[in-house]
């Protein structure tokens, strides 16, 4: 038998993850550089475009790279798959640093595409604010985050019908997206609230760094939950006959 070997597995997990960024994330600012009043707040027109565009760029990588890497392009998917044993725990510090600095990469693509105004306008960068309580913007992450792993789970689980995972995924992203972007921006991603973060504060953006914790900890936990919890309703057990 045949596989690909780390190195191209890494590389695919990189790329997967800038394309997500780039385009998923880089329809935040070029939406609103579209809208002449510059605002910084969506219509659920404007959050459904955004949603649109992440799904439909997760849908592309899934059929893309999944075949090379199992298109995680998200730490807390790397993570859970590691913690339930569905991956190799070595291979798991190499997935998340390329993932991090695939979403690193395409975050600074979408400044060299759209320019440093992409940065005045935020860089698509999530975050929270008042009414939304850390406390709330914690459990938005940790429940976003819950659900689209436990999705994942199931389309690759053996049992489920092969050759579509990638739209169950897609549709789960747009989905959350549209539900939880006006309270937490609809992060789910350590990857992709990092790269972004980064670029933004490197480029001479507003960054919050101390809502960091706040999306990495609730999307490492949502995702955790999520794979035992999937492990628990999947679980098949003797049938007395």
């Not at 940790?142 to 994942?152: E, K, R, S």
């Not at 579509?164 to 959350?176: M, Q, S, T």
């Not at 919050?208 to 098949?236: E, K, M, N, T």
Request: with cysteine; net charge positive.
């Amino acid at each position: 038998m045949t596989e690909n070997n780390l190195f191209q597995r890494l590389f695919a997990e990189f790329l997967g993850t800038a394309f997500l960024v780039f385009l998923g994330v880089g329809s935040v600012p070029a939406t609103l550089m579209l809208q002449k009043s510059g605002r910084t707040s969506f219509t659920m027109a404007d959050l459904g475009v955004i949603g649109f565009a992440f799904g439909m760029v997760v849908v592309a990588a899934v059929f893309t790279i999944g075949h090379i890497s199992g298109c995680h392009i998200n730490p807390a998917v790397s993570l859970a798959l590691a913690a339930t044993g569905r991956m190799s725990r070595r291979d798991l510090a190499g997935y998340i640093l390329a993932q991090c600095a695939g979403a690193t990469a395409g975050a600074a693509a979408i400044v060299a595409v759209l320019g440093t105004r992409a940065v005045h306008l935020g860089l698509g960068v999530a975050s929270f604010t008042s009414p939304t309580s850390v406390s709330q913007a914690f459990f938005a992450e940790a429940l976003g985050t819950f659900i689209l792993v436990f999705v994942v789970f199931g389309v690759v689980d053996q049992r489920a019908p092969g050759g579509f995972a990638g739209l169950p995924i897609g549709f789960a992203v747009f989905a959350i997206a549209v539900t939880l972007g006006p309270i937490t921006g609809a992060s789910l991603n350590p990857a992709r609230h990092l790269g972004p973060l980064l670029v933004s504060a490197v480029s001479g953006g507003a960054v919050d760094w101390g809502q960091l914790p706040v999306y990495l900890v609730a999307q490492a936990v949502g995702g955790l939950l999520a794979g035992q919890a999937y492990i628990a309703v999947s679980r098949l057990r003797p049938v007395a006959t």
